[in-house]
């Protein structure tokens, strides 16, 4: 079970947060989790007690931030539920119906995150909490506003987009990070970015960034770049440690049918004892062209 009977009781807009986060992780659009809802409440008449209807509406309006109070817990399985179903409807599974331990542990994963990048007098306060009480709680610095383009990589990666961007941005800028935005823009269907990181992490001396310049066929420089993201993804990297960027791309690359992508996927998630992702994405292996 979550941490909390409610999840996201403390703050509607932590659950917006989450969700979309969830979505964007899984390159999933609202109307799909919408559809997904319907399949999902299709389950056992059994199930029905834990589960609510999730429109298109009410799901718009969380991702707005516009609801007052969060879901229900019968919501809440729904909408996590849907966004597991249309992740695996995409990756072209034969059974992609998930279970309720998996919706679980994705709040409790999420959490986890989030609770890891508080500053540490937060820490001693319980998980699911985004703040101590008022009176307890010391005054923090304001955190700089986002800009138009720090929010869209956060919508589309989450915190996996906003420290790839911060990375390889001037100054000091990486050439990796932009070698790794530029394979997950092209990946995503967006080639003038893809293409203008590109020839950003060239000129910052990627070698990678050049040799794909140098594909002229969009196709194929898609083709590429999945190519080199299972590469990028296997470096020793430091910067590939950070968040969710090595499965990040991994899942990227496997969208896009390059089997070893999917293969490499399982594997990891294999390793990090997520037993229910690897055996997704070693069904998606299997499947792939």
């Known amino acids: 079970m979550p941490s909390s009977p409610n999840p996201g009781d403390n703050d509607a807009s932590l659950f917006a947060d989450f969700l979309k986060e969830l979505l964007a992780e899984h390159g999933l659009q609202q109307s799909q989790v919408a559809q997904a809802a319907e399949k999902v409440l299709q389950r056992d008449a059994s199930e029905r007690g834990r589960l609510n209807p999730v429109s298109w509406s009410t799901l718009s309006r969380t991702l707005n931030k516009k609801l007052s109070r969060p879901p229900s817990r019968a919501k809440f399985n729904t ?90 941005r001037p100054p000091g800028a990486d050439p990796e990070a932009a070698l790794v935005l530029a394979l997950l823009r092209l990946l995503d269907g967006h080639p003038g970015e893809g293409d203008a990181w ?24 898609k083709l590429s770049a999945a190519r080199q993201a299972v590469e990028t993804a296997a470096s020793a990297s430091g910067l590939l440690n950070e968040g969710e960027i090595r499965p990040l791309l991994l899942e990227r690359a496997a969208r896009s049918g390059l089997r070893e992508a999917a293969h490499q996927l399982a594997a990891y998630y294999a390793g990090a004892g997520e037993e229910g992702h690897a055996a997704r994405w070693s069904t998606a292996a299997v499947q792939a062209n």
């Open 198 to 221: 590109l020839r950003a992490a060239g000129a910052l001396g990627s070698a990678e960034a050049a040799g794909l310049l140098g594909v002229e066929a969009p196709q194929e420089r």
């Open 79 to 168: 909408i996590a539920l849907a966004c597991l179903y249309a992740a695996r409807e995409t990756a072209g599974e034969a059974d992609p119906l998930p279970d309720f331990r998996e919706a679980d542990r994705l709040w409790g994963r999420w959490q986890e995150f989030r609770w890891q990048a508080l500053p540490a007098e937060f820490r001693d306060y319980p998980k699911g909490h985004q703040r101590p009480p008022d009176g307890a709680r010391p005054t923090p610095a304001r955190a700089p506003r986002k800009d138009a383009e720090q929010l869209r990589y956060e919508a589309a990666y989450g915190r996996a987009g906003t420290a790839l961007l911060s990375a390889a």
